[in-house]
């Protein structure tokens, strides 16, 4: 198995609304990343875990939680997000520096 | 934070067609990672590389780890419909654990 599985592909929320993408890898990878990307923009980097630990917090709001329950999953818990939150999130994995492998994303509406 | 200058910004070809693009930077780094996003997509890795002065092809592609690690270039010959997208550089720093992207390069096939 060589992808990263994001669910779900899509999701609308309102701003009062919790909610949770997840992320799944069973390449042994001991790295997995959050990435936001705008429209047109490339991907920027929100945070880092390493071996289940929370390694970088690229200056994220709290409004952005995450969790890593186990080596192979990844969560990215919303709560209370602004229309500018809007964006394709994406999850990755790596083992170091090598096979570093991007899901195809939650495309995510908030209204 | 580190930037990754990608050049150009769009091509625009005739299929058939050999295409060049490239990226450069200030900063030394130790990955170069050449990705193809399709929209609503996450990014595919193309090629991957991991030393300074290396070569690597995959099919039609080919690309270059700069000797100074500073740039990196990516060739793609004889393009057909389907090389359509978008074309992102992303370099891994030294002791760091994320990618910075290049803004892109977009990619169009005029029939």
């Known amino acids: 198995d060589t992808e990263v599985t994001q669910t779900p592909k899509h999701l609308v929320m309102g701003m009062t609304n919790k909610k949770s993408l997840k992320c799944e890898q069973h390449?042994?990878?001991?790295?997995m990343y959050w990435y936001k990307q705008k429209a047109k923009k490339p991907p920027e980097l929100m945070f880092v875990?390493?071996?289940?630990?929370?390694?970088i917090n690229e200056s994220v709001p709290s409004r952005f939680s995450p969790e890593c329950p186990n080596s192979s999953l990844l969560n990215l818990h919303l709560h209370a997000l602004q229309p500018e939150d809007s964006a394709l999130y994406l999850c990755?994995?790596?083992?170091?520096?090598?096979?570093?492998?991007f899901g195809s994303g939650t495309r995510l509406t908030v209204v | 934070g580190q930037q990754l200058n990608q050049s150009p910004q769009s091509m625009f070809i005739q299929e058939g067609e050999d295409v060049s693009m490239n990226c450069t930077s200030s900063s030394i780094f130790n990955t170069w990672l050449w990705y193809k996003q399709d929209p609503g997509e996450g990014p595919v890795l193309l090629i991957a590389?991991?030393?300074?002065?290396e070569l690597t092809s995959n099919g039609r592609l080919t690309a270059q780890f700069g000797i100074t690690r500073k740039d990196s270039f990516l060739n793609i010959s004889a393009s057909i419909p389907s090389d359509v997208g978008i074309y992102f550089c992303?370099?891994?720093?030294?002791?760091?654990?994320?990618?910075?992207f290049g803004k892109g390069t977009h990619l169009i096939i005029q029939p």
């Open positions: 990755a994995s790596s083992q170091d520096r090598y096979g570093y492998t």
């Open positions: 390449m042994g990878h001991r790295a």
């Open positions: 992303a370099g891994q720093l030294p002791r760091a654990d994320g990618l910075t």
């Open positions: 590389l991991y030393k300074a002065g």
């Open positions: 875990y390493s071996y289940e630990k929370l390694s």
